[in-house]
């Protein structure tokens, strides 16, 4: 994209989010992102629907220039690795460790289980309503569709009453279930676009090393060498330029050498947020680098979540996807059960503490949010595309809307007051 196009785009993207964003307050008073997202939902149906009836050309010409903005990278490259770091910069490692196995769990065994649960389910439903979808297909599905979103979670969780140990639980998850999502994610393709319909066993294991252990050593060893940088002065405007060249560091080495950034990002955030905070800071350089990233966080959330309103537009729908998202949702609600209700079985057999009503709260507060879009977006052509397209799309917009808006009710009917203390 050429300069000029990407400034225009962003200039026009931030517009929209700063008035619809202004709406919101005024009028729907929703968490800011789903407010943004509503809105933007609400004016793509508007445009689709004006267009439909008086045949004006709008809706085509916002096609085209969504067209222009490629949502995989936009977001895979462009924003994840700065949203995760701000989230993990506000995570207590302590209360992470504390719950290691527990999230562990949940972000490996739980994300297998529910990749094949929905993927074979997926196979059924879809053949039943007369579509042909080989079952490895339906399982690229399931594995994009089976992580829960740390943008999407981290976002809500903040406007939310939640237990400090849940909200540890849910937010650690989601910020580690990325790395293994994507290596399921990226097997599960391998073996759909392979000409010989398998993966080698070895080249999987290869992948999983590369993705996640080099990741989390990357993501140790340049956060260190910024916790090092950082301890040796007192300057709050270079530290946090520090931070900022970390984030951008370890997305450009993780992709040079083939490694997770997402999970390179998360360990230096924790890491510059608990031991940097306690170790290499001054308040006053704390407090600036804390703000930063919080604005960091806010700006490129509403741009998110505002794309993601918007790209309804570019999903085919008729009335049988319709139908198909209807009824696909509660398929991947039951594969998040099962996604957390064996890890929590494991731990509780194993002599760990599970707080009671506390499933309930974890399935429910599993938002599905726009990495799932761009893994989806991303797919190469394929007979049945539009119906992953649509079931993505539909799962996404349920969860970030009716789940999000709905999980404080859950916690509070869940969870007891001694439990919430």
Known sequence: MEATALLNISAILLAFAACFGWLNTMYLRLPLTIGLMVIALLASLSVTGLDAAFDLGYAERAREALARIDFHDSLMIGMLHLLLFAGA????????????????????????????????????????????????????????????????VLSIIRSLTVPKTLQTKIAGESLFNDGIGVVVFLAMLGIATSPSGHVDPAEIGKLLFEEVVIGVLIGLVLGYIAFWAMRRIDDYVVEVIISLALVMG?????????????????????????????????????????????????????????LIGFEI??????????????????????????????????????????EKGSIPVL????????????????LPDFEGKQAVLAMTYGVVIFSIIVQGLTVQAVIARSISPETSR
């Open 89 to 152: 910069l506000h995570t207590d490692l302590d209360a992470l460790l504390k719950h290691k196995w527990h999230i562990l769990l949940m972000a490996t065994l739980g994300v297998v289980i529910s990749t094949f649960f929905i993927g074979v389910a997926t196979y059924f439903l879809l053949g039943a309503l007369g579509y042909s979808v080989p079952l490895i297909w339906c399982l690229v599905f399931g594995s994009l569709i089976s992580p829960t979103d740390p943008v999407a």
């Open 250 to 306: 370890i997305y450009a080495l993780c992709s040079y050498v083939h490694a997770s950034g997402p999970l390179g990002v998360v360990i230096a955030g924790l890491l510059i947020g608990n031991h940097g905070s306690r170790f290499a800071m001054s308040d006053v350089t704390q407090d600036h680098l804390v703000k930063f990233w919080e604005l960091i966080d806010e700006v490129l959330n509403a741009v998110l979540f505002l």
């Open 313 to 354: 537009l570019v999903i085919p729908f008729s009335t049988n996807l319709v139908l198909l998202v209807v009824l696909i949702i509660p398929v991947v609600l039951l594969g998040r059960t099962l996604a957390v209700s064996l890890p929590t079985f494991l731990i509780s057999a194993g002599g760990g503490a599970v």
């Open 363 to 378: 399935i429910w507060g599993g938002l599905r949010g726009g990495i799932s879009v761009a893994l989806a977006l991303s």
